[in-house]
T-cell receptor, first 116, second 110 residues
Framework: NAGVMQNPRHLVRRRGQEARLRCSPMKGHSHVYWYRQLPEEGLKFMVYLQKENIIDESGMPKERFSAEFPKEGPSILRIQQVVRGDSAAYFC??????????????FGPGTRLTVL | DAKTTQPPSMDCAEGRAANLPCNHSTISGNEYVYWYRQIHSQGPQYIIHGLKNNETNEMASLIITEDRKSSTLILPHATLRDTAVYYCIVRGINDYKLSFGAGTTVTVRA
């Protein structure tokens, strides 16, 4: 009865490197959401994906950030050329994709990205 | 444009009930009240949600006033492990962007 899985749990990158964050949704869930929590701030929506489709990426920074949810495998949040301001906790949530408000999102443990 | 108002913090004695209030005076008829909590350094944990009827599960009870302008999350027997930030979120049908405000920092004391 595994929940949402994220890896790595902690990631350290130097400025200019790439960061790849992975999220495996709960069994039976086909919808994935990414949120970012900057230090001392609340969670902010970044992107909503279904298998092979980006539904809403309105919360994603326009440059350097991208997300995908391939037909096979986990969802990936990719940050290119990281800067210190990207240091944050990145949380993934998944849901079944039911219509209506009963489509509860369940969160993973997060990936803590530190940019040196 | 916050949809909910919560007290910034509250203390609770271990073993006692914790009653967490939330005001959502502008809630519309098809919007649900959701509660999540975030224990330090962990991902948000879903607790409970409701539309207009009171709800109970193994974690908590949710009491929604008849006019739906406010609600109370009740943790019946608080333990030290319930120390967390609790978020009350109003969410419309098909809303997928959860809006996390500042929440209420609940500290359970022995």
């Amino acid at each position: 009865n595994a929940g949402v899985m994220q890896n790595p749990r902690h990631l350290v990158r130097r400025r200019g490197q790439e960061a790849r964050l992975r999220c495996s949704p709960m069994k039976g869930h086909s919808h994935v959401y990414w949120y970012r929590q900057l230090p001392e701030e609340g969670l902010k929506f970044m992107v909503y994906l279904q298998k092979e489709n980006i539904i809403d990426e309105s919360g994603m920074p326009k440059e350097r950030f991208s997300a995908e949810f391939p037909k096979e495998g986990p969802s990936i949040l990719r940050i290119q050329q990281v800067v210190r301001g990207d240091s944050a906790a990145y949380f993934c949530a998944s849901s079944m994709g039911l219509a209506g408000s009963t489509d509860t999102q369940y969160f993973g443990p997060g990936t803590r990205l530190t940019v040196l | 444009d916050a949809k909910t108002t919560q007290p910034p913090s509250m203390d609770c004695a271990e073993g006692r009930a914790a009653n967490l209030p939330c005001n959502h005076s502008t809630i519309s008829g098809n919007e649900y009240v959701y509660w999540y909590r975030q224990i330090h350094s962990q991902g948000p944990q879903y607790i409970i949600h409701g539309l207009k009827n009171n709800e109970t599960n193994e974690m908590a009870s949710l009491i929604i006033t008849e006019d739906r302008k406010s609600s109370t999350l009740i943790l019946p027997h608080a333990t030290l492990r319930d120390t967390a930030v609790y978020y009350c979120i109003v969410r419309g049908i098909n809303d997928y962007k959860l809006s996390f405000g500042a929440g209420t920092t609940v500290t359970v004391r022995a």
